[in-house]
């Protein structure tokens, strides 16, 4: 009997200490994750700020506060184009747990290396009962399909950029060109793989690579136009944000604020290809100093264009903690409830 009785202690003790390793290994990852985000934003600023001091200096505050809240409205688009493709695979987030997962996961791409913001977003899913190879797949299609609404979008700044791939200004006629072979390859591609019934075999295709289940339906033309209809209204509302940086020193217009849209889509999407620029201005800040200089001829020309294209950077900074402070508040409570998917299907 005494045997009996204290056998389940002396069990529970191995078992204990296993479980708070694991506890303490936990806190240690994210304490890591999160000292590495905060140095990758304050070298993000550190680094820029030299070069765009005067600009943003110069800037009209309320303008400045506009462009804060456009970028922040883009994320959260982007957020709900995200839980369009998770609902679309067969699952169903809610609002604030989608919002928790992509802005605070997205603080991720601040840590060096292109896979940290999936990687976080990942894991903040699993945390709401989420499967990771759905989480994954829902960043894929939202990606894929967020690439074709850019580039629908892109088709408003196209005239501005060939204007100005065929001009001589050394600064950033060349990545313009570059931008716009990516453009030239990447649509037509884009836009066929956007087609639910080809969509569907990617995605099946993974989750056998993945050794997951398949799908049990096929995703849907109303499925895969809610992903790129809220992905073009996230576009659109950086377009916002860059022409407002604009209006803060020049008058663009709606021909301006046009050409901001197609641009700021156009470089956000082939800055994913930045490798394939040439030396000089990156592919993204090459793209908006493009679109800006015409506006900006009369207050500072190229070199006015280039520093709000890096405030803008700064800026995104900005929308990015208060987005993820935001969140994480407001998901505080859903955390401590447990998972918080409910499953559409079986799969």
């Given at each position: 009997?005494?045997?009996?009785?204290?056998r389940?202690?002396?069990?529970?003790?191995?078992?204990?200490?296993?479980?708070?390793?694991r506890k303490?290994?936990s806190?240690?990852?994210?304490v890591v994750?999160?000292?590495a985000?905060?140095a990758?934003?304050?070298?993000s600023?550190v680094d820029q700020?030299?070069?765009?001091?005067s600009?943003w200096?110069?800037?009209?505050?309320?303008?400045?506060a506009?462009?804060v809240?456009?970028a922040?409205l883009?994320?959260?688009?982007?957020?709900?184009a995200?839980?369009?493709?998770?609902h679309?695979?067969e699952?169903?987030v809610?609002?604030a747990a989608a919002?928790?997962?992509?802005l605070?996961?997205q603080l991720?791409?601040?840590?060096p290396g292109?896979v940290?913001?999936?990687?976080?977003?990942?894991e903040?899913?699993?945390?709401?009962?989420?499967?990771?190879a759905?989480?994954?797949?829902?960043?894929l299609?939202t990606?894929?399909?967020?690439v074709t609404?850019?580039?629908?979008?892109?088709l408003?700044?196209?005239p501005?950029?060939r204007?100005?791939?065929?001009?001589?200004?050394s600064?950033?006629?060349?990545?313009?060109?570059?931008?716009?072979w990516?453009v030239a390859?990447?649509?037509?591609?884009a836009l066929?793989c956007?087609?639910p019934?080809?969509?569907t075999?990617?995605?099946?295709?993974?989750?056998?690579?993945l050794?997951r289940p398949p799908l049990e339906?096929?995703?849907?033309w109303p499925g895969?136009?809610r992903v790129v209809g809220?992905s073009?209204?996230g576009?659109?509302?950086f377009?916002v944000?860059?022409w407002l940086?604009a209006?803060a020193q020049a008058?663009?217009?709606?021909?301006g604020?046009l050409?901001?849209?197609g641009?700021f889509?156009?470089?956000m999407?082939v800055?994913?290809?930045?490798?394939?620029?040439?030396?000089?201005?990156g592919?993204?800040?090459?793209?908006?100093?493009?679109?800006?200089?015409?506006f900006?001829m009369g207050?500072?020309g190229?070199g006015?264009?280039?520093?709000?294209?890096?405030?803008?950077?700064?800026i995104?900074?900005?929308?990015?903690v208060?987005?993820a402070g935001i969140?994480a508040?407001?998901g505080?409570r859903q955390?401590r409830?447990g998972?918080e998917?409910?499953p559409?299907?079986?799969?």
């Amino acid at each position: 009997m005494v045997d009996t009785a204290t056998r389940p202690d002396a069990d529970a003790a191995p078992a204990a200490a296993p479980r708070s390793s694991r506890k303490w290994l936990s806190l240690a990852v994210r304490v890591v994750v999160i000292a590495a985000i905060v140095a990758g934003m304050a070298w993000s600023v550190v680094d820029q700020w030299p070069q765009v001091r005067s600009t943003w200096l110069g800037l009209a505050w309320p303008s400045v506060a506009l462009s804060v809240l456009a970028a922040l409205l883009g994320m959260v688009a982007n957020t709900m184009a995200w839980r369009a493709a998770v609902h679309d695979l067969e699952h169903r987030v809610s609002v604030a747990a989608a919002l928790r997962i992509c802005l605070v996961g997205q603080l991720g791409k601040y840590i060096p290396g292109s896979v940290w913001a999936y990687v976080l977003q990942i894991e903040l899913s699993k945390r709401v009962g989420l499967p990771r190879a759905r989480a994954f797949l829902a960043t894929l299609v939202t990606v894929g399909l967020g690439v074709t609404a850019a580039l629908g979008l892109g088709l408003l700044s196209l005239p501005s950029l060939r204007e100005a791939a065929a001009g001589t200004d050394s600064s950033y006629a060349e990545p313009v060109r570059v931008a716009l072979w990516i453009v030239a390859v990447l649509f037509p591609i884009a836009l066929v793989c956007a087609i639910p019934r080809v969509l569907t075999m990617l995605v099946q295709l993974a989750l056998k690579v993945l050794r997951r289940p398949p799908l049990e339906h096929r995703l849907t033309w109303p499925g895969v136009l809610r992903v790129v209809g809220w992905s073009a209204l996230g576009y659109a509302m950086f377009g916002v944000h860059l022409w407002l940086l604009a209006n803060a020193q020049a008058a663009p217009g709606l021909g301006g604020l046009l050409r901001s849209i197609g641009s700021f889509a156009i470089a956000m999407t082939v800055g994913m290809f930045a490798f394939l620029s040439p030396s000089g201005l990156g592919v993204r800040e090459a793209v908006l100093v493009a679109a800006l200089a015409p506006f900006l001829m009369g207050g500072g020309g190229v070199g006015a264009a280039m520093g709000i294209a890096l405030a803008s950077r700064l800026i995104f900074t900005i929308a990015d903690v208060l987005a993820a402070g935001i969140a994480a508040l407001s998901g505080m409570r859903q955390l401590r409830r447990g998972p918080e998917t409910v499953p559409t299907g079986t799969s």
